[in-house]
């Protein structure tokens, strides 16, 4: 990709080992060595996270446990992660102008892992990963699955895209600044790249997909009250719904200070950001209220 000699002073030292793309495959990956773990010590304490999700138990005790075939699933993401990481380091030898030239090498591995993904192979937890790809299908768009058949898994899911929902944003803007002529995703990171309020909107998407599902049960509740009133009357989905809520005016006068002129909107450049400085606290105290 083409690039500017003139912005590589603005390369820190972390970005030239682990230029953007790098860093997002790396956590993506870590998130599958982590769910492993939470597997390994689940069964550990013999809790069937299978049963709590309605995954297929096994049906053979010739068949390793979920946790083993999910660490033998983030060692086979994590070797060629290594290889192309060794490798791109050994190119470049951390000077900027070869960082920033040879972006194709960690770009072209993130691509390859999220199509890993989204193209299940049979040797490597197939079943596992049609699993995933159909419960993200249904909660891409704030549906959730009736208790029997499998809502934990739906909101597990939708919980850990709002923890990942930054990394998403720069999945996005590493794609864009590839893309775009003149530009390097192993650069320093253009939020603003696609546009100023495209990377909003895609962080904003999983607390979206969270607020849906909680109004989602909280409907549910209201229409088996009368049928059921040990379920109370929905409030905690409301509380819920509160919660995933607070993320959208930061989200919303971040992308204002970002993309917007505070003279437009009647507002001076300081008074924008005192705005945003206080829904921080705001934000956080009210989630904290929440679980209290």
């Known amino acids: 990709m083409d690039w500017d000699p003139a912005v590589e002073p603005e390369l820190d030292t972390f970005s030239l080992i682990l230029p953007l793309p ?18 390994h010590y689940l069964s550990i304490l013999k809790i069937d996270v299978a049963a709590l999700i309605k995954y297929h138990s096994r049906s053979s005790s010739s068949i390793a446990p979920h946790h083993i075939r999910t660490y033998g699933l983030a060692a086979t993401v994590t070797i060629p992660l290594v290889i192309s990481i060794l ?30 993904f989204i193209i299940p192979v049979q040797s490597f937890s197939r079943s596992g990963r049609y699993r995933f790809l159909s419960t993200l299908r249904r909660v891409s768009v704030g549906g959730i699955a ?16 709002t923890s990942y929902a930054k990394v998403l944003g720069d999945f996005f803007v590493s794609g864009c600044m590839f893309l775009s002529p003149g530009l390097s995703s192993t650069n320093k990171p253009d939020r603003s790249c696609g546009g100023a309020y495209m990377v909003p909107i895609i962080i904003s998407i999983p607390s979206l997909i969270r607020l849906r599902q909680c109004l989602i049960e909280f409907g549910r509740v209201r229409n088996t009250a009368g049928k059921n ?26 992308a204002l200070q970002r993309g917007t002129n505070p003279n437009d909107i ?15 606290p705001c934000t956080h105290l009210t989630r904290l209220l929440i679980l209290l």
Request: without cysteine.
């Open 22 to 39: 790098y860093r997002i495959a790396v956590i993506f990956v870590l998130g599958v060595w982590a769910w492993g773990v939470n597997l």
């Open 146 to 161: 009736e208790a029997d058949n499998g809502k934990f898994g739906d909101i597990l899911l939708a919980d850990v895209l």
């Open 266 to 280: 009647g507002m001076s450049e300081a008074g924008l950001f005192r705005l945003w400085y206080a829904t921080n």
């Open 229 to 254: 009133p040990s379920l109370g009357w929905g409030g905690q989905h409301l509380a819920n719904a509160l919660k995933y809520s607070t993320a959208f005016p930061v989200i919303i006068l971040s």
């Open 87 to 116: 490798f791109f380091w050994t190119i470049t030898r951390g000077q900027p102008s070869l960082v920033i030239a040879w972006d194709i090498l960690p770009q072209s591995y993130l691509w390859l892992l999220a199509i890993f």
